[in-house]
């Protein structure tokens, strides 16, 4: 499997400020996405970061609130930009390996 | 959108005792993964199935793929300490980006 590393693995933001958070993956892979997994509940992809080109996004989420970067193969970069508390979650990158899908660690987000 | 039904969302069991949860959809999966989440941690695959029918175990974990590709179970033998946490089923849609849509949980506490 892949091995992930996310940064930064916490903060905590004020309202109104923006985020960026790295995805660096040991080894190149074609894809990758970012995921929000909200307090208490499950996960939901936000967006498939393409390589080269504008990211992809779920219905709900948009390029000017998440904007995405994917200079090369293993690395990916999401903003959160003008934070509210609602954006209070943790952001995982996630990879396509060989044989499944995986997860970083996780930025976990906390906007006061 | 499609979804992911999975249960119980939540299970009160003694140690020693076996595991199973489930989860079911109306959309047809080329592909079911099942990820333990630990506190703080991002999800970790536990298994990964791709034919319909599939049987597959991973130590004292044992998951299938349903016959209808619309389901998945998976079942804990023999439950430990280590075992408690949150189970998360997904699956692979046959069309699109290779997303994976997500259950909901089960949040797995195990009395000693």
């Known amino acids: 499997s892949a091995v992930i590393s996310q940064k930064p693995s916490r903060d905590i933001c004020q309202r109104g400020t923006s985020l960026t958070i790295q995805c660096q993956v040991d080894?190149?892979?074609?894809?990758m996405f970012w995921y929000r997994q909200q307090p208490g509940q499950s996960l939901t992809l936000i967006a498939t970061?393409?390589?080269?080109?504008?990211?992809?996004?779920e219905s709900g989420f948009v390029i000017d609130k998440f904007p995405i970067s994917r200079p090369n193969l293993t690395f990916s970069t999401l903003t959160v930009s003008n934070m509210s508390p609602e954006d209070s979650s943790i952001y995982l990158c996630?990879?396509?390996?060989?044989?499944?899908?995986?997860f970083g660690e996780g930025s976990w987000l906390t906007v006061v | 959108g499609q979804q992911l039904n999975q249960s119980p969302q939540s299970m009160f069991i003694q140690e020693g005792e076996d595991v199973s949860m489930n989860c079911t959809s109306s959309s047809i999966f080329n592909t079911w993964l099942w990820y333990k989440q630990d506190p703080g941690e991002g999800p970790v695959l536990l298994i990964a199935?791709?034919?319909?029918?599939e049987l597959t175990s991973n130590g004292r974990l044992t998951a299938q793929f349903g016959i209808t590709r619309k389901d998945s179970f998976l079942n804990i033998s023999a439950s430990i300490p280590s075992d408690v946490g949150i189970y998360f089923c997904?699956?692979?849609?046959?069309?699109?980006?290779?997303?994976?849509?997500f259950g909901q949980g089960t949040r797995l506490t195990i009395n000693p």
């Open positions: 997904a699956g692979q849609l046959f069309e699109g980006a290779q997303k994976l849509v």
């Open positions: 970061a393409n390589q080269g080109s504008e990211a992809t996004y």
């Open positions: 199935l791709y034919k319909a029918g």
């Open positions: 996630s990879v396509r390996g060989f044989e499944a899908i995986y």
């Open positions: 080894s190149q892979v074609t894809m």
